[in-house]
């Protein structure tokens, strides 16, 4: 039998390890999800509880992510990730109690999502520890692909679950024992890859809140001082709103091709995620190889990004759109790797690991707020003006942030010279 030759990356054992714990949170967050979703729809009859329930899951990102950026810096992060998992853990199994009282499910699941603020930020802040600056690229197009299948991975084991079986509670304690096994993977990561030196050994008796607020404004300056890490958190941010979007139309979309809503994914989700993966392939090894700058990565990801959504218009006005579609969706998900992992990259290479949590706690405050937006405004926009003019409006406005941040180059990326 030929032997498969993974990429040296997996040859890490630590990496791998923290990959695991990050699945295993994540498939576990959107279990939870979308089980609470249809389970509490199908009890209350009301397609309002599905942006309520979605709503509240991001809720704490939008008001806690700086707060719990500050509190992974200073404490040991080993016992944030043991502390969240296993809070989330027990917060799965009070889930079961939904069977009896349905309105339990919105208070639980902003509780399980608020632990979600402490597990991202400390995870972010020790991913670049556990690998080589060369690699930083190939790690973010992993995690990238990791995030995306858990929302695939996680969605389809819920459907399964309720739908094959006459108990749907066992949602909630298979969700439990894979939190579990995140913890298992996080205490075979060596303590020196969790913590740096500044970590406080006593953090509640230590605690100082003069000191605490000192840390936020401090990592506040340190963002405005630092244009290579301030844009691409800012760019995130953004780009956040499109896939946000995005999702949010992928149904109608199908349906405007004349595709069955059942098959939304498969035709409109799948071919995405076909060109991310051929993308964020290609992405990394210009990354570890030095061929291309990242700024020019993301200008040039915006700029296809962009193109490919003004094609997509015109290819669904064709009697082959389903077709024309599906292929230039896989160009569309490559170009936006392009422009996902160098900003990613370049955080990490710039943010020091003292400050990293607090960095990483803003990025999911942009992110969760951008998350919340397309709930809000897509769904009027595609009532009001179609679909189809909401893609090419898209397009436009992605090519033109490509034009305006290559002309602003010595402004923005004045200090990124050589990344």
């Known amino acids: ?34 089980s609470v979703i249809n389970i509490v729809f199908l009890e209350v009859g009301s397609s309002s509880v599905i942006a309520l329930i979605t709503i509240l899951y991001y809720l704490p990102g939008t008001f806690l992510g700086i707060l719990a ?6 404490v040991n992060k080993r016992r944030v990730f043991l502390i969240s998992n296993l809070s989330q853990a027990i917060i799965a199994l009070f889930f079961l109690a939904i069977r009896n009282q349905i309105f339990l499910a919105f208070p639980l699941v902003l509780f399980y999502s608020l632990f979600d603020e402490l597990f991202n930020p400390a995870m972010g802040a020790v991913l670049p520890n556990v690998v080589k600056k060369e690699n930083l690229g190939l790690a973010n197009t992993f995690w990238f692909f990791a995030a995306q299948g858990s929302i695939i991975l996680g969605s389809l084991i819920s459907g399964l679950i309720l ?17 579990i096994g995140g913890v298992v993977a996080i205490i075979l990561v060596p303590e020196n890859f969790l913590n740096h030196k500044k970590t406080l050994k006593k953090a509640w008796e230590d605690f100082n809140p003069e000191e605490f607020l000192t840390d936020i404004r401090d990592s506040l300056f340190f963002l405005k001082n630092n244009k290579l890490v301030l844009f691409p958190i800012l760019f995130l941010a953004l780009i956040q709103t499109f896939i946000g979007a995005a999702i949010s139309i992928a149904p109608v979309l199908a349906q405007a ?3 069955p809503i059942t098959s939304a994914s498969l035709s409109i989700v799948t071919p995405g995620i076909i060109g991310a993966i051929i993308g ?33 218009f015109l290819a669904s006005l064709s009697s082959l759109a389903p077709y ?21 990259t370049l955080i990490q290479e710039h943010s020091p690991f003292e400050i990293r949590g607090r960095v990483y706690g803003i990025l999911n405050m942009l992110i969760a707020l951008a998350g919340m937006l397309p709930l809000l405004l897509v769904a009027s926009l595609v009532d009001l003006i179609g679909v189809k003019a909401v893609i090419l409006i898209t397009g436009l406005i992605l090519i ?4 305006f941040f290559n002309k602003k180059q010595g402004l923005i990326f004045q200090k990124i010279e050589q990344s």
Do not use: E
């Open 1 to 34: 039998m030929k032997k498969i030759n993974l990429p040296d990356i997996f040859h890490n054992k630590n990496f791998c390890l923290l990959l695991i714990s990050q699945l295993c949170s994540n498939v576990a967050a959107t279990i939870i999800l979308f």
């Open 69 to 74: 950026g500050t509190v992974v810096d200073k």
């Open 163 to 179: 739908s094959l079986t006459p108990n749907y509670q066992l949602v909630f304690p298979l969700v439990s024992l894979m939190l």
């Open 257 to 259: 091709l004349g595709v």
């Open 280 to 312: 964020g392939a290609w992405t990394s090894q210009i990354i570890k190889k030095g061929q291309l700058r990242k700024k020019s990565l993301i200008i040039n990801g915006l700029f296809c990004s962009g193109i490919a959504l003004v094609l997509i």
């Open 324 to 344: 024309l579609v599906w292929i230039l969706l896989i160009g569309l998900g490559a170009s936006f790797i392009l422009t996902v992992i160098p900003a990613k």
């Open 400 to 403: 033109g942030l490509g034009v």
